[in-house]
């Protein structure tokens, strides 16, 4: 038998016996477990795939401790080396949120819904194949006193032809050591409100509107080649950030990238 059957048949087993768990009276899971090593290694060979370690932590809340512990940092490590590498420099072993937060948001374009952060267009969230995030195209993000922090941002997940709206671009980014960055100095200097009722799509963490507390410098739009009026973001507690924007054409965006 292959080892791809082998894990299959694994996974599968998990999922459906209904014992207690020796690790927790209120979830149901296999009488006991393997060991932490075993499991890594599986995943290991299944190249941390991202819908195998959700349906995993779905098992039971010893497995999802294990997944947010160790997997999901696995997995963001073999998906953004280098970026995971700088986020946990300057002796910092921990990221801001959690690691299944970070994970979902390299892979995760959040969308967005009528009458919630965007308050425009509905357009379904889902996963993507594959994203680059830049922590040079960070600083046209920020303002000139804040460029001293890092930020990683992602480009734009386009979603075409969304009628009166345009084109429409989605955008995602996460900071390094939020808690002690200077937009977060700044925007409590500034007495920026949070969001009343909405939370980050990643971490749940409560919400700046960095439009409303004027800190969208014109770089930002330049670097996405969107209009200069139709771009707003937002960044959690937790310092993960999202936004959107409305597309320049082809030609226009050019212009505008040779401006900035």
Same mark, same amino acid.
């Given at each position: 038998?292959?080892?791809?059957? =082998?894990?299959?048949?694994?996974?599968?087993?998990?999922?459906?016996?209904?014992?207690?768990?020796?690790?927790? @009276?209120?979830?149901?899971?296999?009488?006991?477990?393997?060991?932490? /090593?075993?499991?890594?290694?599986?995943?290991?060979?299944?190249?941390?795939?991202?819908?195998?370690?959700?349906?995993?932590?779905?098992?039971?809340?010893?497995?999802? /401790?294990?997944?947010?512990?160790?997997?999901?940092?696995?997995?963001?490590?073999?998906?953004?080396?280098?970026?995971?590498?700088?986020?946990? @420099?300057?002796?910092?072993?921990?990221?801001?949120?959690?690691?299944?937060?970070?994970?979902?948001? =390299?892979?995760?374009?959040?969308?967005?819904?009528?009458?919630?952060?965007?308050?425009?267009?509905?357009?379904?969230?889902?996963?993507?194949?594959?994203?680059?995030? @830049?922590?040079?195209?960070?600083?046209?993000?920020?303002?000139?006193?804040?460029?001293?922090?890092?930020?990683?941002?992602?480009?734009?997940?386009?979603?075409? /032809?969304?009628?009166?709206?345009?084109?429409?671009?989605?955008?995602?980014?996460?900071?390094?050591?939020?808690?002690?960055?200077?937009?977060?100095?700044?925007?409590?200097?500034?007495?920026?409100?949070?969001?009343?009722?909405?939370?980050?799509?990643?971490?749940?963490?409560? =919400?700046?509107?960095?439009?409303?507390?004027?800190?969208?410098?014109? @770089?930002?739009?330049?670097?996405?080649?969107?209009?200069? /009026?139709?771009?707003?973001?937002?960044?959690?507690?937790?310092?993960?950030?999202?936004?959107?924007?409305?597309?320049?054409?082809?030609?226009?965006?050019?212009?505008?990238?040779?401006?900035?």
């Amino acid at each position: 038998m292959t080892l791809h059957y =082998l894990n299959d048949r694994w996974l599968t087993m998990i999922l459906t016996k209904q014992y207690r768990c020796i690790h927790s @009276s209120s979830c149901q899971c296999t009488k006991g477990h393997l060991s932490e /090593d075993v499991i890594f290694l599986v995943f290991q060979q299944l190249n941390w795939n991202p819908k195998l370690i959700a349906a995993l932590s779905c098992a039971c809340k010893w497995f999802d /401790d294990l997944a947010k512990r160790v997997l999901w940092k696995e997995f963001c490590r073999t998906r953004a080396p280098k970026m995971m590498l700088d986020l946990q @420099s300057n002796g910092s072993h921990s990221v801001d949120g959690n690691w299944r937060a970070l994970g979902k948001l =390299l892979i995760y374009c959040s969308g967005c819904k009528k009458g919630g952060l965007f308050n425009s267009i509905q357009i379904p969230g889902h996963f993507v194949y594959r994203t680059r995030f @830049s922590r040079t195209s960070g600083k046209s993000f920020l303002l000139p006193q804040c460029r001293t922090d890092v930020l990683y941002v992602s480009d734009p997940c386009e979603h075409l /032809d969304q009628g009166e709206e345009g084109d429409v671009g989605f955008f995602r980014g996460v900071f390094k050591s939020f808690s002690m960055s200077k937009v977060r100095k700044m925007l409590i200097k500034r007495g920026a409100q949070l969001h009343p009722t909405e939370v980050c799509p990643y971490c749940k963490a409560k =919400l700046w509107n960095m439009l409303q507390a004027k800190m969208i410098p014109q @770089s930002a739009s330049c670097r996405l080649g969107s209009y200069e /009026d139709c771009i707003e973001y937002y960044v959690c507690l937790n310092g993960h950030m999202l936004g959107i924007c409305t597309l320049l054409p082809l030609s226009d965006s050019e212009e505008a990238s040779e401006l900035e």
